[in-house]
């Protein structure tokens, strides 16, 4: 049974720091493509980063870019948001995603993705 479960979330102040975590188990970890999602309240779930394996090529949406870092640890089957300079906007349920399609690269779309973590919550606000 494939299980992904994210921790991490939080309150920060804006300009702050969170790193988010995923933890992933039942899957052959190296064999997906591994991204974030976040959903805002009143918001449809949206695109943030994705990274692949072994190459470690990632991708971002440009909302982020320069601001998160996505990484991986496939001997602890582990994926990894790094999230700096936070704005109010940033302010979501954060969840972790698995897609099985390795060799179409990194995918955007909600609907390739075949597993999905619980979510954690991150608000910035002062």
């Known amino acids: 049974q494939v299980q992904l479960v994210e921790s991490g979330g939080g309150l920060v102040r804006p300009g702050g720091s969170l790193t988010l975590s995923c933890a992933a188990s039942?899957?052959?970890?190296?064999?997906?493509?591994m991204a974030w999602f976040r959903q805002a309240p009143g918001k449809v779930r949206e695109f943030v980063g994705g990274?692949?394996?072994?190459?470690?090529?990632?991708s971002y949406a440009d909302s982020v870019k320069g601001r998160f870092t996505i990484s991986r640890d496939n001997t602890k089957h582990a994926v990894y948001l790094q999230m700096n300079s936070l704005k109010a906007g940033d302010t979501a349920i954060y969840y972790c995603?698995?897609?099985?399609?390795?060799?179409?690269?990194?995918?955007?779309?909600?609907?390739?993705?075949?597993?999905w973590g619980q979510g954690t919550q991150v608000t910035v606000s002062s």
């Open positions: 995603a698995a897609d099985r399609q390795y060799g179409l690269g990194i995918r955007t779309s909600v609907y390739v993705y075949d597993y």
């Open positions: 039942g899957v052959t970890f190296s064999n997906f493509i």
């Open positions: 990274i692949r394996w072994p190459d470690r090529s990632t």
